[in-house]
């Protein structure tokens, strides 16, 4: 008998469907959390679940579990899923992929007619991004409860409103429920590298072992408005030149740690932001990642002390605000080996490796049985509307995370 | 007799009222060109110059034309005015001032009962700050025929509309006039010095002779937008990184050209602008300020090629555009030395000056002889809310004003 597959072209439609919402002029896509796309993009999900069989519930934070029933539903759920919200020029896979690959495993099932004993869910995880609001995983980080449901509901978004009003806006506020009440007996999450580790390797699969660990900065310079004709240049408390001077002492400290250090300002916003007025504030993040809690301690002591030092010799005032701090996360043992096992199985090449990125995956790693399925990526580019991912890899990463759940379902 | 003054208290007292609009919480207000705040100011203008007997006239780029009629209306008018809209933290007087300063030279010869020979006109220019549209001064520039009125009614907002449909929501939009149809025999621009020489001069008057010369040019530089977490340091496009080079390299350039040198980025915006992603480009805008036009010359010319050179080392693409130019101006000598005269006359402190901003004037002077009259502001600080100047110092300079119209209206 053939050996059961995912239908490789519905998978790859699916994801060209989902891309359509929040388009971009250059193939990619906008779906930034909680937006009016996202809604469109959660809304299209729950349709195609329910066409599947599936029962939605949506918690307080958002968050979408999409249960596909088994035969004894007393069973913890062999949870997948990932999220559908999107960096501003975002590509149609990164965690959009992970949503729909569990889609998949479910239609196919439902193809061949398999139950499970245990029940199957997809959950859709809200804000992995943290573009228009903070944490990053906020979604997950609610469910997993290393973030109150408050003060989600509290956190402003760059529009002005609450993630609150916005969750009640769109009509995704349920009641808040947790791994108390809601039980998963393991998570597993398929999404695209974002790096070029497999591509470079020549390998379809990556069986993740685990996830560097991730520090967010806020910080704020301020100095002085001024007019920009008449202050001369030696009286200026200028916050936008003494904070480029922080950027390039930030690159400068990590030149030398190595391959795993990635140390990044994505945000960077000038004020009053006028052509004709001295910048007098500056707020950037920082976004510093490496595998070892040790070297992340070491050099936030270090960004630190620089930086007050920095902001001293200039004149101008620093505040420097905690975001989020991620620990490095080590994935189960029993489920990265049977991820590597499945994808032996399928016929696929496979390699274990480490996630650079940070994914829900990786707050449910404290609580259950954890895992991730990586598949290549274009040239490792991501959050870019050039994120690129091949029908084949796709589809190959589906069968591994169909087995793996089924291994464990039952 | 005694010498006939303007009114000090009135005066301030309707600069706390202008202020009102658009209040900001530190004292400060902001009513930016063509927004809902500056047609309250507009709108509140309209009303008191009304009040003091004035025929108002609104041309096609929103600027108000407040005419106080002579006793021959066919002399060219006498004119002075200013600008009400601001920067967006900004203090209670630049360009206000000049527009309440010629409101009450006319409430003052109301009250005197003095009628002039030819007519006085106080106009308001519309967006002479440049902080939701482009170029600065552009009513001056289109009324004296430096700017096409179709160029400007297409100018993109910062908010995605264009001026022309600003002007007709705000309906400001007018009939197009020029000095061809609308004759002004000179211009008096009374304005806070926005510097900190008539300060530290302890001098109440300035009888500017003249700006400096101004460029702006629009450099954006595009790497490659990537995911913080995955992308190795040395495979980045950072344009950020390499943005915050060009912002130091440009600082040091400037740093042994003389006192009279200004370099300011005022506005530097970076996409996609999300803390998870390497940044793939940043938009700045370079204002650069000098009075002698060899020195400008000479300074773009090793900005363009310096500028190049870092986008090259770094890999990163480069486009720079043109702002706007505004060559050294030299105002009129005998109108110069009259405002010096009445002064004088009227008891003040003076001394000539060159100003360091760029002034609505400055694009009259092309036309018919103008001048401006500053008075001081405290520590020179301007673009900001803690501008400050003096009742008596704001009175001081409208009763120049008011002696110097009256020498040229007979």
């Known amino acids: ?120 869910e997809n959950i859709v995880w809200t804000n992995e991004e943290c573009v228009r609001f903070s944490p990053p995983t906020s979604g997950s980080m609610v469910f997993t409860e290393q973030l109150g449901i408050a003060e989600l509901h509290q956190a402003k978004t760059t529009d002005g409103t609450t993630v609150g009003q916005d969750l009640q806006r769109l009509g995704y506020l349920g009641d808040h429920i947790t791994m108390a009440s809601h039980k998963i007996g393991c998570f597993i999450e398929a999404h695209i590298e974002q790096g070029p580790i497999l591509e470079q390797q020549n390998k379809t699969i990556g069986a993740v072992t685990g996830i560097q660990g991730a520090r967010m900065f806020e910080v704020r310079v301020t100095g ?15 916050a936008l030149t003494g904070a480029t001077r922080m950027v390039l002492w930030l690159n400068e400290l990590v030149a030398d740690q190595g391959d795993d250090i990635r140390l990044t300002i994505g945000r960077f916003n000038v004020s009053p932001n006028s052509a004709s007025t001295v910048p007098g504030a500056v707020t950037f993040q920082i976004d510093l990642r490496h595998p070892q809690m040790t070297v992340l301690n070491a050099l936030e002591d270090r960004i630190r002390m620089g930086l007050a030092e920095k902001a001293r010799q200039a004149g101008l005032g620093l ?32 390699m274990r490796m480490l996630s650079g990125a940070a994914h829900d995956a990786g707050n449910l790693a404290a609580l259950v049985p954890t895992a991730m399925i990586f598949v290549p990526c274009e040239k490792g580019i991501s959050h870019n509307e050039a994120e690129r991912a091949t029908p084949g890899d796709l589809a190959a990463g589906a069968n591994v995370l169909l087995y793996t759940m089924l291994s464990r379902a039952g």
Request: hydrophobic share 40%; proline share 5%.
């Open 1 to 120: 008998m053939e050996k059961l597959r995912v239908n490789e072209q519905r998978l790859w439609l699916t994801h060209v469907e989902m891309g359509k919402i929040g388009a971009l002029p250059n193939g990619g896509c906008c779906r930034l959390a909680l937006s009016d796309e996202d809604k469109m993009g959660r809304d299209l999900f729950i349709r195609w679940s329910r066409e599947a069989g599936c029962e939605i519930r949506i918690d307080a934070a958002g968050n979408i579990f999409a249960r596909r029933p088994g035969l004894d539903n007393s069973l913890p759920a062999v949870a997948t899923g990932s999220h559908l919200d999107t960096q501003p020029h975002a590509g149609l896979y990164d965690g959009i992929y992970g949503v729909l690959a569990g889609l998949e495993v479910f239609r196919t099932l439902n193809d061949a007619g398999i139950e499970t004993q245990a029940p199957l």
């Open 224 to 238: 002085q408005d001024n007019h920009a004709g008449t202050t001369p240049m030696p009286l200026r408390r200028d």
């Open 319 to 350: 505040t420097i605000k905690d975001i989020c701090a991620f620990a490095p996360v080590a994935f189960d043992g029993a489920l990265v080996a049977m991820i590597e096992a499945q994808a032996v199985a399928s016929g696929y090449s496979v």
